[in-house]
C-alpha cells in the first residue's frame, strides 16, 4: 500500500465506524468546553464529566467564575489532578475573557493560547469542537495510532500533528481526530491491545510495530500461519 492508499483506508474504515461522533467531554458552549479541556491535561474524560456538573451548577461562565476564590475551584476539581495549577489557570483566564473579551472565548489561536493554563492542544479542541474551524488536536491516543499506523515518526506530538494536518484533507480534520480518539480507546489501546480487533493496524501497521507484537504473542503469529 501506498501512503495515500493508507490514508483513503483510514478515512473510509474510521466513516463506517463512526458515522456520528460524539464529542468526548460535556459541555453547553465554548466557555465550558474550554474549562473542560483545560480540567482534562492528565486525567481522564470520564472523571472530567463527573466534576464539571459540580463546577457548572456553581460557576458556568467566567462571571460567577472570579466569583469564587481559586481556593474553592480548587476543592471542587480536586479529584482531576493537578487542581492547584488549574484552579489558578481557570480563575486566571475567566479574568481575562471580561477584562478583553467581554466574557465570551475568542475564536483565534493566538488569543486563546495567551490565556493562562491554555497550550496548543486545549486551543486546538476548542477551536475545532466549539467553532468548527478546522484543527487536529493531537492527543495521547492520536499519537501512537499515527505511529502504529506509519503515518508519523511519533517523535513528538508536534511532529504528529504536522504529519496529520499535511496527510488528511483539511475539511475532515475535525471529525478524523475525534474518531482516531474513539478508535485507539475502542481497537488499539496503549493497554491490552488485540490486534486481531484492531483492522487499521492489522491491515496498514508499521512492519516494526507488527512483529514487535507477534514476538510477544507467538500463539497469535502461530494462528496467523495456519
Known amino acids: 500500500m501506498t501512503k495515500q492508499e493508507k490514508v483513503d483506508f483510514v478515512i473510509k474504515t474510521l466513516k463506517e465506524l463512526y458515522p456520528q461522533i460524539p464529542i468526548p467531554l460535556d459541555h453547553k458552549d465554548p466557555y465550558t468546553l474550554l474549562i473542560a479541556v483545560l480540567l482534562s491535561a492528565q486525567s481522564t474524560d470520564v472523571r472530567v464529566n463527573k466534576i464539571t456538573p459540580l463546577l457548572f451548577e456553581v460557576a458556568d461562565n467566567p462571571y460567577d467564575m472570579v466569583k469564587l476564590s481559586v481556593e474553592e475551584i480548587r476543592e471542587i476539581i480536586k479529584p482531576v489532578g493537578l487542581s492547584p495549577m488549574k484552579s489558578k489557570g481557570i480563575h486566571g483566564l475567566s479574568e481575562i475573557l471580561i477584562e478583553k473579551y467581554n466574557g465570551k472565548v475568542p475564536a483565534d489561536f493566538e488569543a486563546l493560547e495567551s490565556l493562562p493554563a491554555v497550550g496548543h492542544k486545549t486551543a486546538s479542541v476548542v477551536m475545532s469542537q466549539a467553532f468548527n474551524i478546522p484543527a487536529f488536536p493531537v492527543d495521547t491516543h492520536i499519537h501512537r495510532l499515527m505511529y502504529r499506523w506509519g503515518l ?34 475502542h481497537y488499539s489501546p496503549a493497554r491490552g491491545w488485540d490486534l486481531e480487533k484492531d483492522i487499521i493496524t492489522k491491515t496498514i501497521g508499521r512492519k516494526s510495530v507488527l512483529n514487535e507484537y507477534y514476538k510477544k504473542k507467538p500463539s497469535v503469529r502461530k494462528a496467523k500461519k495456519k
Open 152 to 185: 508519523s515518526t511519533g517523535k513528538n506530538v508536534t511532529q504528529t500533528e504536522k504529519d496529520a494536518k499535511r496527510l488528511f484533507p483539511k475539511d475532515l480534520w475535525n471529525e478524523l481526530h475525534l474518531q482516531i480518539i474513539w478508535y485507539g480507546r
